[in-house]
């Protein structure tokens, strides 16, 4: 890679780290952050030769969209093999996947308009997750409810998160 570390494998790493936290039991709470976003990931593993994948590609939305689909494939894939690890490891009566919320938010929408901004939650009901669903809003929906409804879902009543303590979650979702 053209980078100075070889960002696939750093993340491959950083996944197979969270996992091991939650299979051992000694996270609660994990992180990560793919796609780049201020940083110089050129995503050269999946063919692509960007400098910076927010500079190249999300300031120049209109001419660089396939490259952005390929990069984000490539991230929710990743997310999405997270995902079907915890699900595919038994845990007590079940698996991991029960006793675990995933949550996905991209970073890059229509230039900095959250209004377009996928977010998916993994989960299961007996989690609290209602899966199988697609919710849309005519409204904005900021990552504060989204933030405060994953709250509700860990057991935690809170009204708000963040700058808006009282936003409450996003209608229909706990």
């Not at 029960?98 to 900095?112: A, K």
């Given at each position: 890679?053209?980078?100075?570390?070889?960002?696939?494998?750093?993340?491959?790493?950083?996944?197979?780290?969270?996992?091991?936290?939650?299979?051992?039991?000694?996270?609660?709470?994990?992180?990560?952050?793919?796609?780049?976003?201020?940083?110089?990931?050129?995503?050269?593993?999946?063919?692509?030769?960007?400098?910076?994948?927010?500079?190249?590609?999300?300031?120049?939305?209109?001419?660089?969209?396939?490259?952005?689909?390929?990069?984000?494939?490539?991230?929710?894939?990743?997310?999405?093999?997270?995902?079907?690890?915890?699900?595919?490891?038994?845990?007590?009566?079940?698996?991991?996947?029960?006793?675990?919320?995933?949550?996905?938010?991209?970073h890059f929408s229509r230039h900095h308009d959250i209004r377009r901004l996928p977010c998916v939650i993994f989960g299961t009901p007996k989690g609290?997750?209602?899966?199988?669903?697609?919710?849309?809003?005519?409204?904005?929906?900021?990552?504060?409810?989204?933030?405060?409804?994953?709250?509700?879902?860990m057991g935690i009543n809170a009204a708000g998160f963040g700058d808006d303590q009282n936003c409450g979650p996003v209608p229909g979702l706990v």
């Amino acid at each position: 890679p053209t980078n100075q570390f070889d960002i696939k494998h750093c993340f491959d790493a950083h996944f197979n780290t969270l996992f091991a936290g939650f299979a051992c039991n000694r996270i609660r709470v994990g992180s990560m952050v793919c796609g780049g976003s201020g940083f110089s990931f050129n995503y050269d593993w999946i063919g692509k030769n960007i400098s910076d994948l927010h500079n190249d590609v999300h300031h120049n939305e209109v001419n660089a969209r396939q490259t952005y689909i390929e990069c984000a494939r490539d991230d929710w894939r990743r997310l999405g093999d997270f995902v079907f690890r915890l699900r595919d490891t038994p845990e007590g009566d079940g698996n991991m996947l029960d006793n675990t919320i995933v949550l996905g938010i991209s970073h890059f929408s229509r230039h900095h308009d959250i209004r377009r901004l996928p977010c998916v939650i993994f989960g299961t009901p007996k989690g609290g997750v209602q899966g199988g669903r697609c919710l849309q809003f005519n409204t904005h929906i900021h990552n504060d409810k989204v933030l405060t409804s994953v709250a509700r879902l860990m057991g935690i009543n809170a009204a708000g998160f963040g700058d808006d303590q009282n936003c409450g979650p996003v209608p229909g979702l706990v």
